[in-house]
């Protein structure tokens, strides 16, 4: 068997496929017209359950915010969060649980916050997990996480007073503590050198620039200085490098003012505008679901109508 020969052949069980689906759904249709009287029914009480289903205060909602870990892992921070998702507390009730038992808030999820540059810039988040950690153009943030809940339209009200609960829960956990302040003076120092270093370039570019009196400064295309008496002998200015060490000092001042708990938001939760069970999606799935039923019911009422 060649390769066209496997064509060929796949393509008969195609089109057999394709004529075997035709006859059931026509089978189907015509069983459902024979059988109206139990069809239409079946699918206005479905019609009716979607509409009821999808009434404004049942309609649920995807509320997520983007977390930063001030010292904690993502494996510590997993291990404290999983309790939210299966709703089991071996260590005391925190008050966020309650609104897990009442199902005010449910499906409680994390996701991968992507950076592809590497800049600590987050990206995107990849909600459909499909980021592969060995990914190395897609890189998984290892201090940024996305955090997901769901919650009905009624209680979209409660959602401050979640995160605050939730928020006290995380950085309540003393392992998380413990985390946290074991990288702060990390962070200190790391503030600390940053300042240092622009204080040293600015001093040594003022000493190297203006108080060496051997040295002759030309004009050069790209920023250097030559000395008058060693023309082969040229070194790199100082101030692009000083611009530089400015910008990561900026981010890392804005890190240590982000270093205020384990956790800390980017933001508040965010509230995603497209209801998970929307009107329209539902009325497809019920109808769907109310047809297979009234098909089921109509076979059987058909089936027993032959045996008598």
Same mark, same amino acid.
């Given at each position: 068997m060649n390769l066209f020969d496997l064509c060929l052949l796949a393509w008969r069980g195609c089109k057999r496929a394709v004529k075997a689906l035709w006859r059931t759904f026509m089978s189907a249709m015509r069983l459902t017209i024979r059988k109206w009287w139990i069809s239409l029914p079946v699918l206005a009480i479905f019609i009716a359950g979607a509409l009821i289903y999808t009434r404004k205060d049942n309609l649920t909602y995807k509320v997520y915010a983007v977390a930063k870990l001030n010292g904690p892992t993502l494996n510590l921070f997993n291990e404290v969060f999983r309790p939210l998702q299966s709703g089991v507390f071996f260590n005391g009730t925190p008050e966020v649980a309650q609104y897990i038992y009442d199902h005010t808030a449910r499906r409680f999820e994390t996701f991968p916050v992507i950076d592809c540059l590497r800049d600590n810039i987050i990206d995107y988040v990849d909600f459909d997990r499909k980021v592969k950690p060995t990914d190395t153009v897609n890189w998984q943030m290892r201090d940024h996480i996305c955090i997901q809940f769901r919650i009905k339209y009624c209680d979209l009200g409660q959602v401050l007073t979640i995160e605050k609960q939730l928020l006290s829960y995380l950085n309540g956990n003393e392992a998380m503590q413990h985390a946290y302040?074991?990288? $702060?003076?990390?962070?200190?120092?790391?503030?600390? %050198?940053?300042?240092?270093?622009?204080?040293? $370039?600015?001093?040594?570019?003022?000493?190297?620039? %203006?108080?060496?009196?051997?040295?002759s400064l030309q004009e050069s295309s790209n920023n250097t200085i030559v000395t008058g008496e060693q023309s082969n002998r040229s070194m790199e200015l100082f101030l692009p490098a000083i611009y530089a060490h400015i910008d990561y000092t900026q981010k890392v001042d804005v890190q240590r003012a982000a270093y205020t708990a384990p956790v800390a938001l980017e933001s508040h939760f965010a509230v995603n505008p497209e209801p998970v069970n929307s009107r329209a999606k539902m009325l497809v799935l019920f109808i769907l679901a109310g047809w297979i039923v009234s098909l089921a019911i109509a076979w059987g009422v058909e089936k027993a109508f032959v045996k008598l």
């Open positions: 302040r074991a990288a $702060l003076p990390v962070m200190e120092r790391k503030v600390q %050198f940053c300042h240092t270093q622009i204080e040293k $370039l600015d001093s040594l570019t003022s000493s190297f620039y %203006f108080n060496n009196k051997e040295l």
